[in-house]
């Protein structure tokens, strides 16, 4: 993981988020162990308290789960129910602020790459 943080979001949540991207990208897979809060810290230099908070957020979530003695596993079904979520959180914080964009600047469905039909730049490659 990359130590970037941004000053706009606590540090957890960024952490939170990148935890997830691992979940979704496939790079953590359902029942495998994630890092130790401690080797996080060490690793981003950050408080153990920021790691732990951060992946508690994830238990909350029912992303990830605890098991006694042996630590912080991806949840059954966490890639599913993580994708679920990002969706809703795109739609709702994030496509907003694009369409008010795209009426901004005056685009139509047409000048956007991939849409109404025209190919995508991953289709032209």
């Known amino acids: 993981m ?12 960024q952490l ?3 935890v997830a991207e691992r979940i979704i990208d496939g790079v953590w897979t359902e029942g ?4 130790s809060v401690r080797r996080i810290s060490h ?6 308290i920021t790691v732990s908070r951060a992946y508690q957020i994830l238990v909350d979530e029912k992303l990830l789960e605890m098991r006694r ?4 596993f991806v949840a059954a079904g966490a890639r599913e129910r993580l994708r679920e979520l990002e969706k809703n959180r795109f739609l709702e914080r994030e496509w907003p ?3 008010e964009r795209i009426d901004r600047l005056g685009l139509k469905l ?8 025209r190919p995508s730049r991953d289709k032209e490659r």
């Open 69 to 72: 003695g042996l630590g912080m």
């Open 97 to 99: 602020a694009i369409v």
């Open 2 to 13: 990359q130590e970037n943080w941004n000053s706009r979001e606590p540090i957890y949540r």
């Open 110 to 117: 047409g000048d956007l790459p991939g849409a109404a039909g």
């Open 43 to 48: 690793e981003l230099r950050i408080n153990p």
């Open 32 to 35: 495998e162990a994630v890092p």
């Open 16 to 18: 939170r988020d990148r």
